[in-house]
């Protein structure tokens, strides 16, 4: 079984890089780009076959490593 | 007067932090990551800059899940001292000895500089060297170092009279210009400058070095 993770900047954490890409966006012409919020995907390969127990285990890897909870959320997904 | 100084593969700054403490007195051991107990006896754990794990995941993330780093939390709930400088101020924010988090900075460029830092409080074992409100030139050298924290834990750490630092001008974004901050029980600090950068004649300054004197002073009376 595969998990994917997504990491994101919380809401109302200032992202520096999401808005550099704005702002170099907004240089080549590309208009109406009003916000940008750069996360990361994370995929890992599984041995659990059970879709209850994968998604549980991967929730506490993201709590223990994969998201810093402090300034990100995570969202997991089964695939 | 023991000094750890913790290696991981990546950490750069590791020689230069051992020889800041040294100077002061200390007697210093390296301990490699894998370790996962300290030398007997050790007062002081100090963990250096650099780029611990290549910045993997997340700058210090890797590093503060290491073995050597769950007896650094054990040496610090011991009431034991603890002192992050750059890379080790962002591990112990991921181990979550100290609070907040740093991002990249808000210019997006790595910074290399010396900037004037304000000494904010003197009332700990690392600043009791300083005034609270004195100037001391310190060079930072890195690409995240935004401290990040809420109104209310900048209210809180306000309140406690746990903010270290402040950057005289603020050159990365940081929250309330916080360049460093303490513990709860003020024995561990994290800060983004780099003192032993700035700790002999030829360093160019030595404001940094009162901070490995007042430590080795606070150890010896211990």
Same mark, same amino acid.
């Given at each position: 079984?595969?998990?994917?993770?997504?990491?994101?900047?919380?809401?109302?954490?200032?992202?520096?890089?999401? &808005?550099?890409? =704005?702002?170099?966006?907004?240089?080549?012409?590309?208009?109406?780009?009003?916000?940008? =919020?750069?996360?990361?995907?994370?995929?890992?390969?599984?041995? &659990?076959?059970?879709?209850?127990?994968?998604? &549980?285990?991967?929730?506490?890897?993201?709590?223990?490593?994969?998201?810093?909870?402090?300034? &990100?959320?995570?969202?997991?997904?089964?695939? | 007067?023991?000094?750890?100084?913790?290696?991981?593969?990546?950490?750069?700054?590791?020689?230069?932090?051992?020889?800041?403490?040294?100077?002061?007195?200390?007697?210093?051991?390296?301990?490699?990551?894998?370790?996962?107990?300290?030398?007997?006896?050790?007062?002081?754990?100090?963990? %250096?800059?650099?780029?611990?794990?290549?910045?993997?995941?997340?700058?210090?993330?890797?590093?503060?899940?290491?073995?050597?780093? /769950?007896?650094?939390?054990?040496?610090?709930? /011991?009431?034991?001292?603890?002192?992050?400088?750059?890379? !080790?101020?962002?591990?112990?924010? $991921?181990?979550?000895?100290?609070?907040?988090?740093?991002?990249?900075?808000?210019?997006?460029?790595?910074?290399?500089?010396?900037?004037?830092?304000?000494?904010?409080?003197?009332?700990?074992?690392?600043?009791?060297?300083? @005034?609270?409100?004195? @100037?001391?030139?310190?060079?930072?050298?890195?690409?995240?170092?935004?401290?990040?924290?809420?109104?209310?834990?900048?209210?809180?750490?306000?309140?406690?009279? @746990?903010?270290?630092?402040?950057?005289?001008?603020? %050159?990365? !974004?940081?929250?309330?210009?916080?360049?460093?901050?303490?513990? $709860?029980?003020?024995?561990?600090?994290?800060?983004?400058?780099? %003192? $032993?950068?700035?700790? $002999?004649?030829?360093?160019?300054?030595?404001?940094?070095?009162?901070?490995?004197?007042?430590?080795?002073?606070?150890?010896?009376?211990?």
């Amino acid at each position: 079984m595969k998990a994917r993770v997504h990491v994101m900047l919380k809401d109302g954490v200032l992202d520096p890089q999401g &808005e550099a890409v =704005r702002h170099a966006l907004g240089t080549l012409g590309f208009e109406g780009v009003e916000g940008v =919020r750069q996360g990361k995907v994370i995929e890992l390969d599984l041995a &659990e076959s059970d879709a209850g127990k994968a998604k &549980e285990a991967v929730t506490e890897m993201c709590e223990k490593l994969l998201a810093n909870t402090v300034i &990100e959320s995570y969202s997991v997904e089964l695939v | 007067m023991k000094a750890a100084v913790l290696v991981f593969p990546g950490s750069n700054c590791d020689r230069d932090l051992a020889v800041a403490c040294r100077n002061a007195g200390m007697q210093v051991n390296m301990v490699w990551h894998k370790d996962s107990t300290l030398p007997e006896g050790t007062d002081l754990v100090a963990i %250096p800059g650099g780029f611990s794990f290549g910045d993997y995941l997340r700058c210090g993330a890797i590093a503060a899940r290491s073995p050597i780093t /769950r007896a650094v939390i054990e040496h610090a709930n /011991r009431g034991g001292f603890v002192l992050g400088i750059c890379n !080790g101020f962002q591990v112990l924010t $991921e181990t979550g000895l100290l609070p907040g988090a740093l991002m990249r900075n808000a210019g997006i460029k790595f910074i290399c500089k010396t900037l004037d830092l304000i000494v904010e409080t003197s009332d700990s074992a690392f600043t009791a060297g300083y @005034r609270k409100g004195q @100037r001391i030139a310190i060079p930072v050298a890195h690409h995240d170092g935004n401290y990040t924290a809420s109104d209310d834990l900048v209210a809180r750490l306000r309140d406690e009279d @746990r903010i270290a630092f402040t950057y005289a001008e603020n %050159p990365n !974004g940081s929250t309330a210009d916080i360049a460093g901050v303490l513990s $709860e029980n003020r024995r561990v600090l994290g800060m983004m400058p780099h %003192p $032993e950068r700035m700790a $002999e004649a030829a360093h160019g300054g030595t404001d940094g070095a009162a901070m490995f004197r007042s430590l080795a002073d606070a150890m010896a009376s211990a």
